[in-house]
């Protein structure tokens, strides 16, 4: 079975002291995973050894960093890389998220080599890709997305594509209320897979988690969840509040 994954992006929100309150919160609710879920807590790079603590003896809960460099090592002062990382174990990367794209204009070649030192290492991408509302409007959504696959991912081998995880996050929907309706974000997944599987085969591209983003809460996660090639979510604004999250992660299939 595809793995499924309920992922918080926290972003630039929460002291240290108010992500523990919501860790405690989070992890108090007896939540129990099955097999081929995990709850995944994309934390500020500060807190990430910090969260790891919290969340031992929480079966199927992991952190994951917000991002990373794309270069190795060196003189890039302010910057985290993936050696860095792997060496307090984090098992999980979010990269290409648009907010990243837009405000630190990452592009499709720097998303490639970050992959590349990821996957070097060990670690788990959970790659966003989406596109922006004017793109939407004019009905060219799977051109865009196919073109950022290509141009990030395709140089993998299809070993190393089965190591990912992909989150689609159309832009017009992310922190703005608008959710991609379940059947739109069917629509869409079902055009990943289908780019995928054109690559690389429908076998690899069956067994890649494809999470859905873009104002997912309590109320909604249930029914985009349900559909077959929604594998769970990536979710910003939802995951900061316990008792949306808790359902958000129990709405897993
Ligand atoms: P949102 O953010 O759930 O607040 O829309 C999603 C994301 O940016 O990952």
Known sequence: ????????????????????????????????????????????????????????????????????????????????????????????????????????????????????????????PIFCCGEPLAIREAGTQNDFVAVQLKESLYHLSAEQISKIVIAYEPIWAIGTGLTASSAQAQEMHAHLRAALSGQYGSAVANTIPILYGGSVKAANAAELFSQPDVDGGLVGGASLIATEFVTIIKSLK
Request: proline residues 2%; glycine residues 6%; aromatic residues 8%.
């Open 1 to 124: 079975m595809r793995q499924q994954l309920a992922a918080a992006n926290w972003k630039m929100n929460l002291t240290l002291q108010q992500g523990e309150t919501l860790l405690n919160e989070i992890t108090s609710a007896s939540i129990e995973l099955l097999a081929h879920q995990k709850a995944v807590f994309a934390v500020p790079f500060p807190y990430l050894s910090f969260a790891q603590s919290k969340l031992i003896g929480s079966k199927g809960f992991e952190v994951a960093a917000q991002n990373c460099y794309h270069k190795k090592s060196g003189a890039f002062t302010g910057e985290v890389s993936v050696e860095m990382l792997k060496s307090i174990n984090v098992n999980y990367i979010v990269i290409g998220h648009s907010e990243r794209r837009e405000y630190f204009n990452e592009s499709n070649q720097q998303l490639a080599d970050k992959i590349n030192l990821i996957l070097e290492a060990g670690i788990t």
